[in-house]
């Protein structure tokens, strides 16, 4: 009995642990491992004017934002979808992605991020799977200023097109 | 055993009907349903001196054709690769794929097509399933000119980067 009372009380102390854990700062989008494979939302080339996303972008949406995305509604929780920007060259009016500048990753999790509308927002410098561009309070309050003032559905700019 | 001797003969009648069938003409590429989910390979965006290739164009590849993208040699067969080109507009420097202009589509099947490097093409109008641009026999020559007299692999033009 006083072992496994003393087991009861171990995992409810690591529950407080992760819980104040949790509360103290907020939770970074993992990478989006794998969402070259996701499904192509759209391409778009953005000139000079939109500053920091000049270049050509890619947007990549998992199979739960891609449910969003076909329902009226809002996203589901687990929705990723994927803003992959890359330099551009003119290639005798050809228009040609070179390297990649960053990926913008925003992720629904409607408890975790509910302060930003649901999503949470992270940012990755060229190809790499850790070095990530701003600190998370940073990130969120950056991103989500932008995403709630554009139009769109659930801070979800772009429209999926079969 | 008479009827069995008869269902051989008829078996081998149909298996001699296609023969000849196939033998006549050369056989469409199917419409390659769902290729929007398919892997996306690259986009970009040619001016007018593409002429009636002028727009955004992005390309899918199939999970085979992925495998020949990813290996030194050719691709295998049952490897498929859509070019789905829409206009475009210019939004404030912004430029964003309207209306689709038409999907070309090619097929790796290296005994049906072996007189074109082992692929066979087609070209369907718009947003339809069903209306192709040319006959097979000018979509073989057209497309097949091209795509052995651009630098490549295999016939194909692209190349994919995760």
């Known amino acids: 009995m006083k072992r496994i009372y003393l087991a ?39 000139d000079a004017r939109f500053k920091r996303y000049e270049g050509m972008h890619n947007i990549y949406a998992n199979p739960k934002a891609i449910e969003g995305y076909k329902a009226d509604g809002a996203f589901p929780d687990g929705s990723v ?22 990926i913008d990753v925003m ?25 990530r561009a701003f600190t998370q309070d940073k990130a969120m309050v950056r991103c989500h200023a932008c995403h709630v003032a554009t139009p769109g559905r659930d801070s979800v700019i772009t429209r999926f097109k079969d």
Do not use: M, N
């Not at 009380?9 to 690591?14: D, F, K, N, R, S």
């Not at 103290?24 to 192509?40: D, M």
């Not at 979808?81 to 960053?102: M, N, P, S, W």
């Not at 949470?120 to 070095?131: A, C, K, P, Q, V």
């Open 81 to 102: 979808i994927v803003f992959d920007l890359f330099e551009v060259v003119d290639q005798e009016g050809a228009t040609v992605a070179t390297k990649r500048k960053f």
């Open 107 to 131: 992720v629904k999790d409607s408890k975790r991020y509910a302060a930003t509308g649901g999503w949470g927002y992270t940012e990755f410098l060229g190809d790499s799977r850790t070095d």
């Open 8 to 46: 009861g009380l171990a995992t409810l102390g690591v529950a407080i642990c992760l819980g104040q854990s949790a509360a103290g700062a907020i939770e970074e989008p993992a990478y989006p491992e794998g969402y070259r494979r996701w499904t192509h939302v759209l391409t778009g080339v953005s």
